[in-house]
């Protein structure tokens, strides 16, 4: 059963355009989520991060949104560059736990120049 | 630059051979996490540590993989015997005491012939 959900395995946007990434979650105790990138051959790099007491988190290009209610959260990039092409990982935790990321599957996001 | 190592980069096994998987967290960081990355699961979380004490392994076949602290600057993950079906990368984080984020290492990667 998959707590964290990303049911786009793949995302092509040209250079300059928003890309959206969007991800699902089920478990109603996740109070924290994060966004990580992941090139080939390397570990994953955190991104951005939200609580649940917001719904908006914004760093430079990059902007969370939250969606308790629908338990849905989208990364937005603007603009996109060809370097953001990587693989973007949603994970949640639960604060009242012991901080465990539960991840999702990744979707492969290229920015085409 | 503060990073998480990890060695070896890759290694190449024949099934039923013992393999053992070493991590290097940051300084300072008291948390330590095991996570494996194949195709079809995505990341998943195989061991956790909290000031070198184990706090969740049910992620991991108990009957053939260990993972273990033996001081503050070295973490293993040990399979014995080997499977082909443990053919994946492994990827080791840590984080700072009360922290979210998790840094990650840039893997092992593990081919069981």
């Known amino acids: 059963d998959q707590q964290v959900k990303q049911n786009s395995p793949s995302l092509s946007v040209q250079e300059g355009r928003i890309s959206i990434l969007n991800c699902d979650y089920t478990?109603?105790?996740?109070?924290?989520f994060l966004w990580y990138k992941k090139y080939p051959a390397e570990g994953p790099t955190f991104l951005i991060s939200?609580?649940?007491?917001?719904d908006k988190n914004e760093d430079g290009r990059f902007t969370v949104f939250l969606n308790k209610s629908a338990k849905h959260l989208s990364l937005h990039i603007v603009p996109s560059q060809p370097g953001d092409s990587a693989v973007y990982f949603c994970a949640a935790f639960s604060s009242g736990s012991a901080r465990q990321l539960t991840f999702g599957s990744g979707t492969q996001l290229t920015v085409l120049p | 630059d503060a990073r998480v190592t990890q060695t070896p980069r890759h290694k190449v096994t024949e099934m039923g051979q013992e393999v053992t998987m070493r991590c290097q967290p940051i300084?300072?960081?008291?948390?330590v996490f095991w996570y494996r990355q194949t195709m079809m699961q995505g990341l998943e979380l195989l061991a956790y540590f909290r000031n070198r004490a184990p706090l969740d392994d049910s992620g991991m076949p108990k009957d053939r993989f260990s993972a273990e602290m033996p001081d503050a600057t070295l973490a293993t993950l040990k399979i014995q015997p080997s499977e082909p079906r443990d053919s994946a990368v492994y990827f080791c984080?840590?984080?700072?005491?009360?922290?979210?984020?998790?840094?990650f290492g840039p893997g092992t990667r593990l081919t069981v012939l």
């Open positions: 984080a840590s984080g700072f005491p009360g922290g979210n984020e998790q840094f």
């Open positions: 300084l300072g960081h008291n948390t």
């Open positions: 478990n109603s105790m996740f109070d924290y």
């Open positions: 939200i609580s649940s007491i917001k």
